[in-house]
């Protein structure tokens, strides 16, 4: 059974988004599976490396989105993601200084803030998807 699983509540209604999001979950369930299967810290490091790039390019995407809708939130919503990816780099590096440890800290913190990132920021620009008809 999947560990991390997509709920259909988190949806914005932007099909894009919502199909990045979904992968981001899909990925997050491959580097576990990495981690698990004890695959060499290699396979860890691709893993992560792409998990990276996806949640950047995400990031790029739902702001170019947020950009053609003339969202109000975009400033926020910008530092909102500069921030995360500054953690996540922090979080990326120290793991790499330990490539013996898990990065089930990493994972954790990836998820956690997607989650409530989703549930309430990204839930704020569906509100006003839904408001542009």
Known sequence: MP????????DTGDAVIDGQHQALFQQLE??????TA?????????AIAKLERHIADH???EQERMEQT??????????LHKDML?????MVVAHLRDPEGT?????????????????????????YLKTQG
């Open 86 to 90: 500054i953690q996540l780099e922090a």
């Open 59 to 61: 990031f790029e995407q």
């Open 103 to 127: 990065p089930f800290d990493l994972m954790n913190f990836i998820t956690t803030w997607h989650l409530k990132h989703i549930a309430q920021e990204d839930k704020k620009f569906a509100d």
């Open 30 to 35: 491959k580097l576990t599976d990495e981690i």
């Open 38 to 46: 004890e695959s060499g810290s290699l396979g860890r490091e691709r």
């Open 70 to 79: 003339h969202y109000p939130g975009l400033g926020q919503h910008i530092t």
């Open 3 to 10: 560990r991390y699983m997509w709920s259909p509540d988190w």
